[in-house]
Every structure is written in C-alpha cells, then in structure tokens.
C-alpha cells in the first residue's frame, strides 16, 4: 500500500514562510510525479506546483515566484517552500503522488496566514 502524508502547515503572519513536506511510503516504484493542491475556503481545489520524476518543475500564475518545489530522492519526500506567504494563501494544502498509474492524496496540512 501506498501512504502519503503531508506535514508543515501551521499559522504565519503575512509575509512569513512555511514549508510543507510530502511523504510516500509503501511499495514506490521508480520516483514519483508529485503535485501540490490547495483548497481554498468555499472554492474549488486547484493545483499549486508540480514536480515531475525528471526533477522539471512548474508552478500555478498564483504563485508569483514566492513558492519552491523540490525532492529528497534518499526520503521519497517532495517539499513545497512558500515564502511571503499571503492572507489569500490560507486553505488546505494536499499533495497528490502518482505511483504506477493512480493517484494517491495525503489527508491534507492546513495554512492559515493572517493579516
């Protein structure tokens, strides 16, 4: 079984950083592409970054810059850094790692950024 847990969330003041990790385990072939989401309150989930088991990287318009995606191979963990982070930031964040052909989310880490 794979297992993806996602850590790191927490409370900020605007302006500050946090990073979240992503977390696989279980029977992982191969490296992973690994997606971050968030859901904001009373929106749709979208897509925030990606990483592809190449090492490309890519990123929503949102993001401005502020946010970084990368990967400790020796872990199997994809971390998101999010810098100058914004009261609009604040919802869940979840991670989505695709091993084999399907799709397996994390519970979620909520970021909560104040003004």
């Known amino acids: 079984q794979v297992r993806v847990m996602e850590s790191g969330g927490g409370l900020v003041q605007a302006g500050g950083s946090l990073r979240l990790s992503c977390a696989a385990s279980g029977r992982i072939f191969g490296l992973t592409p690994t997606n971050w989401y968030r859901q904001l309150p009373g929106k749709e989930r979208e897509w925030v970054a990606g990483m592809l088991h190449g090492g490309a990287t890519k990123y929503a318009d949102f993001v401005e810059g502020r946010f970084t995606i990368s990967r400790d191979y020796a872990k199997n963990t994809v971390y998101l850094q999010m810098n100058s982070l914004k009261p609009e930031d604040t919802g869940v964040y979840l991670c989505?790692?695709?091993?084999?052909?399907?799709?397996?989310w994390g519970q979620g880490t909520e970021v909560t950024v104040s003004s």
């Open positions: 989505k790692v695709i091993n084999r052909g399907h799709d397996h």
